[in-house]
T-cell receptor, first 117, second 115 residues
Framework: AQKITQTQPGMFVQEKEAVTLDCTYDTSDPSYGLFWYKQPSSGEMIFLIYQGSYDQQNATEGRYSLNFQKARKSANLVISASQLGDSAMYFCAMRGAGGTSYGKLTFGQGTILTVHP | NAGVMQNPRHLVRRRGQEARLRCSPMKGHSHVYWYRQLPEEGLKFMVYLQKENIIDESGMPKERFSAEFPKEGPSILRIQQVVRGDSAAYFC?????????????FGPGTRLTVT
């Protein structure tokens, strides 16, 4: 079984500063993918970044980077230069590669990020 | 290329009625996943379908819930005899290939309210 844990129910950051959102995971699959999604107050799910379990380098997408520490089973999201529009709920998710996982996503509980001006 | 479409966006049903939620995947995508998000919670997997086949329904409640993805037309999530606890946001996602490196594209969700 796969499990995602986000231990920060809420985080606050000052505009233009960096913030790290924590995510730890547990799986017995040798191959898996890790995703971060943003859910603004309007409710849609916006894909931010992806990290494969065999990727050698940490993923980056613009202001988003994923701090992947495989031995510690952590996949923290780093947002640099926070903007007011970054205020939203953020979900970490995992996707198995085969067997009976069928590619379904397992989500964490989410972290509400609030960016202060 | 249109994204994943879901309708209706908002649905209000009285207890005991039926709810039908529709999902049209992105063009060329033949894999559809349904997720449910209860208030203040993360998304939970419900069912995974390919055209005309239910592949994994391990997250579906045993009663009142069913899903289909016909050869033609959208995927349908059907909830019979709705109860207040069914009030949630229901998201579908589609992907071209069901392996870990492929992004799942989410629809905007259907917010179901049971009164």
């Amino acid at each position: 079984a796969q499990k995602i844990t986000q231990t920060q129910p809420g985080m606050f950051v000052q505009e233009k500063e960096a913030v790290t959102l924590d995510c730890t995971y547990d799986t017995s699959d040798p191959s898996y993918g890790l995703f971060w999604y943003k859910q603004p107050s309007s409710g849609e799910m916006i894909f931010l970044i992806y990290q494969g379990s065999y990727d050698q380098q940490n993923a980056t997408e613009g202001r988003y980077s994923l701090n992947f520490q495989k031995a510690r089973k952590s996949a923290n999201l780093v947002i640099s230069a926070s903007q007011l529009g970054d205020s939203a709920m953020y979900f970490c998710a995992m996707r198995g590669a085969g067997g009976t996982s069928y590619g379904k996503l397992t989500f964490g509980q989410g972290t509400i990020l609030t960016v202060h001006p | 290329n249109a994204g994943v479409m879901q309708n209706p966006r908002h649905l209000v049903r009285r207890r005991g009625q039926e709810a039908r939620l529709r999902c049209s995947p992105m063009k060329g995508h033949s894999h559809v996943y349904w997720y449910r998000q209860l208030p203040e919670e993360g998304l939970k997997f419900m069912v995974y379908l390919q055209k005309e086949n239910i592949i994994d329904e391990s997250g579906m409640p045993k009663e009142r819930f069913s899903a289909e993805f016909p050869k033609e037309g959208p995927s349908i999530l059907r909830i019979q005899q709705v109860v207040r606890g069914d009030s949630a946001a229901y998201f579908c996602a589609s992907t071209a290939v069901a392996i870990s490196s492929y992004e799942q594209y989410f629809g905007p969700g259907t917010r179901l309210t049971v009164t």
